[in-house]
């Protein structure tokens, strides 16, 4: 009795010594949320780079070279992109804000021809009240696009201080890829020694989730965003770099990017090559592919089966960060996310084994089995 008791006792010293390291972090991120961004934004970059800087030690370079290698090389990359691609994206994002009120008129006849000649006559209803209905829904649609993508855009660049992020990230990178081995194994030096074999099994697992999804994900982001921009390109599509790139970055949510980018994509694509069925039809067909080939071949060999982030799951992760803390919510969301999944599994798996879920079947005085 008296060693049960201890356990209790030990057992509710450890919830509430996690919980209060829990809610110090929370407050530390919610405290600091306005000059967190280019201090997560390097742990983010030496995280992702740190597997190629053990390669390179491993062939004999110091963790100093590899290091300042990997960096100048991602630098050199993210400033050729940010000079080649990304004026294009803000000169295409700017013409599709002020196209979306002329598409969206257009759109609406479309629509209507198509309610008088063959949906009313199908439900036998009023085509013109049909239209009306249809026309409003359109323009409030259109407004709330418009409207989101502006606000994006200023709120974008009112949030991000670009220079100190372009500064400061570089530095942060470069000194946490150098000590970044030195770090884990400190941070593992302060873990409690009694669950010391525990803690290090479940950091192992949320490693094993953040480095499936964040990176394999990641390339499965770049990868159908080369495919929808090479392929709305070739089709002829306006904006089709944009809705292309874009949809790739929203395909970190499975099925969002592919979602939100054949809407738009075929939205314009109608406007623009009606009554060209052929070209509508191509359009349709480069999501295909996509979705095709992000199902049967880069999601199985990039991410696995094995991560275990529901996609409903990162979706509320992402809005309930964002909510809190803003942009930095937004970097963090998946970590937590990925974190917050392992730590579920872990307590089940636990409460499975447990005299609370077990009860009397758990224990030595089992009765005997009916038959």
């Known amino acids: 009795m008296e060693r049960r008791g201890a356990g209790a006792v030990?057992?509710?010293?450890?919830?509430?010594?996690?919980?209060?390291?829990?809610?110090?972090?929370?407050?530390?991120?919610?405290?600091?949320?306005?000059?967190?961004l280019p201090f997560l934004v390097g742990m983010a970059v030496a995280y992702g780079l740190d597997p190629i800087a053990d390669?390179?030690?491993?062939?004999?370079?110091?963790?100093?070279?590899a290091s300042l290698a990997i960096l100048v090389g991602f630098v050199v990359l993210l400033v050729l992109l940010v000079l080649l691609i990304v004026p294009l994206l803000v000169n295409q994002l700017a013409g599709l804000v002020d196209k979306i009120p002329t598409y969206a008129l257009q759109l609406q006849a479309l629509v209507q021809a198509f309610l008088e000649t063959r949906l009313g006559q199908m439900l036998k209803v009023d085509s013109g009240q049909l239209s009306n209905s249809m026309g409003t829904l359109m323009s409030e649609a259109a407004?709330?696009?418009?409207?989101?993508?502006?606000?994006?855009?200023?709120?974008?660049?009112?949030?991000?201080?670009l220079a100190a992020l372009f500064v400061v990230t570089p530095v942060v990178a470069f000194y946490m890829l150098i000590d970044w081995d030195?770090?884990?194994?400190?941070?593992?030096?302060?873990?409690?020694?009694?669950?010391?074999?525990?803690?290090?099994?479940?950091?192992?697992?949320?490693?094993?989730?953040?480095?499936?999804?964040?990176?394999?994900?990641?390339?499965?982001?770049?990868?159908?965003g080369c495919i929808y921009a090479f392929g709305l390109m070739l089709v002829g599509l306006n904006f089709g770099l944009l809705i292309g790139i874009g949809a790739g970055i929203l395909s970190f949510i499975p099925y969002v990017g592919t979602t939100v980018g054949f809407i738009v994509g075929v939205s314009v694509a109608l406007v623009q090559f009606w009554p060209e069925w052929q070209w509508i039809g191509a359009t349709v067909l480069v999501f295909a592919v996509g979705q095709f080939v992000e199902g049967n071949i880069l999601q199985p060999r990039l991410?696995?089966?094995?991560?275990?982030?529901?996609?409903?799951?990162?979706?509320?992760?992402?809005?309930?960060?964002?909510?809190?803390f803003g942009f930095v919510g937004l970097l963090v969301a998946v970590p937590a996310a990925a974190a917050v999944a392992v730590l579920?599994?872990?307590?089940?798996?636990?409460?499975?084994?447990?005299?609370?879920?077990?009860?009397?079947?758990?224990?030595?005085?089992q009765p005997p089995a009916l038959r």
């Open 10 to 36: 030990n057992l509710q010293r450890q919830i509430g010594f996690w919980l209060c390291t829990l809610l110090i972090f929370i407050l530390f991120l919610f405290v600091f949320r306005n000059v967190l």
């Open 55 to 65: 390669w390179l030690e491993r062939r004999g370079l110091s963790r100093m070279t």
């Open 143 to 161: 407004g709330w696009l418009s409207t989101l993508l502006k606000s994006l855009w200023s709120g974008g660049s009112a949030l991000v201080d």
């Open 182 to 224: 030195k770090m884990v194994a400190r941070i593992d030096s302060w873990v409690p020694r009694d669950n010391v074999e525990t803690v290090r099994g479940i950091a192992r697992d949320i490693d094993h989730a953040i480095a499936g999804f964040v990176r394999g994900q990641g390339l499965v982001c770049i990868l159908l």
């Open 303 to 324: 991410v696995g089966r094995s991560v275990g982030l529901h996609p409903v799951w990162l979706m509320f992760a992402l809005f309930a960060f964002g909510a809190l």
């Open 344 to 365: 579920m599994r872990f307590a089940i798996a636990r409460y499975l084994t447990s005299p609370i879920y077990r009860g009397r079947a758990g224990g030595d005085d």
